[in-house]
């Protein structure tokens, strides 16, 4: 598993850029609020933090 998970802050504006360019259909727009991770499926790659134009998306550490 990567040591790297993406997160995203709550001032996200659900426009769907970062789902739209995620390799692992791992990141989603919920209930058309905000995008949230799925860190079992997130591989830390980080094209869902380049995409966003709200620049709201980090790589943070895996806790372990
Ligand atoms: S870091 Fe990569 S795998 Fe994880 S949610 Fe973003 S685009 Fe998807
Ligand atoms: S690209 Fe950024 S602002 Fe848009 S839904 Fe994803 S996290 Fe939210």
Do not use: Q, W, Y
């Amino acid at each position: 598993m990567s040591k790297h998970v993406a997160r995203v802050a709550t001032s996200c504006v659900a426009c769907g850029c970062c789902e739209a360019v995620c390799p692992k259909n791992a990141i989603a727009v919920f209930k058309g609020v905000r995008a949230v991770v799925d860190e079992n499926k997130c591989v830390g790659c980080g094209k869902c933090m380049r995409a966003c134009p709200a620049e709201v998306i980090e790589l943070v550490g895996r806790e372990d």
